[in-house]
């Protein structure tokens, strides 16, 4: 089945700067891939996702690139602010398969 | 809209008790999943309902059950509750009929505490 691996496990910046999580998934026919965050004490909350037929989409600060052939995927946030501190997943699945989910990032804006 | 809400949102239960969980979608939802969280294993899926039927089945044991209703909401049982239950569990609803990449979306979690 499909595994997806996430990195870094923790991720810590200075406000304004950038930060990039990565995420390795192994399903070659993978064609779906969602990030979420997630705040202390909520449910993970949906900020981008990205079709296999799409190699970027940005919203706003926000950003994903995927590689199909490399089979890797990132989110890079960009103007870091406090509020962007939370614990991010990335995610992969294929149909109508159940989402496998990477085993998250801590990421800390500093001010 | 209203998003996904779970009752209730804190349990504490004993070990060897049974607990049932519940799930309201967001309106128009037909498939709702449902995920435990732990800080050593991540998200991991349970299972996942559409049209009353389940459509999807994690790798946990038969202790953990799960149902779905006419009007899509959905309850998880936990049978013969054990320490390792002890758990977010979260539910999560989307579109899905046929388009396997529908967007999921979440809710806010039922903390389950096992003594």
């Known amino acids: 089945g499909e595994n997806v691996e996430q990195h870094p496990s923790t991720l810590s910046v200075q406000e304004g700067d950038s930060a990039v999580i990565k995420c390795t998934y192994s399903?070659?026919?993978?064609?779906?891939f969602p990030w979420y965050k997630q705040e202390l004490g909520k449910g993970p909350q949906l900020i981008i996702d990205?079709?296999?037929?799409?190699g970027e989409k940005k919203d706003q600060r926000i950003a994903v690139t995927l590689n199909k052939t490399a089979k890797h995927f990132s989110l890079h946030i960009t103007e870091t602010q406090p509020e962007d501190s939370a614990v991010y997943f990335c995610?992969?699945?294929?149909?109508?398969?159940?989402?496998?989910f990477g085993k998250g990032t801590r990421l800390s804006v500093i001010a | 809209k209203a998003g996904v809400t779970q009752t209730p949102r804190y349990l504490i239960k004993t070990r060897g008790q049974q607990v049932t969980l519940s799930c309201s979608p967001i309106?128009?939802?037909?498939?709702v999943s449902w995920y435990q969280q732990t800080p050593g294993q991540g998200l991991q899926f349970l299972f996942e309902?559409?049209?009353?039927?389940?459509?999807n089945k994690g790798n946990f044991p038969g202790r953990f059950s799960g149902r779905q209703f006419s009007n899509s909401r959905s309850e998880m049982n936990v049978s013969t509750l054990e320490l390792g239950d002890s758990a977010l569990y979260l539910c999560?609803?989307?579109?899905?009929?046929?388009?396997?990449?529908?967007?999921?979306?979440f809710g806010p979690g039922t903390r389950l505490t096992v003594l």
């Open positions: 309902y559409f049209s009353e039927t389940q459509r």
């Open positions: 399903d070659s026919a993978s064609n779906y």
């Open positions: 999560a609803s989307k579109l899905a009929g046929n388009a396997g990449t529908d967007t999921q979306y």
């Open positions: 995610a992969a699945s294929k149909g109508n398969t159940p989402l496998v």
């Open positions: 309106s128009g939802h037909r498939s």
């Open positions: 990205i079709r296999s037929n799409v």
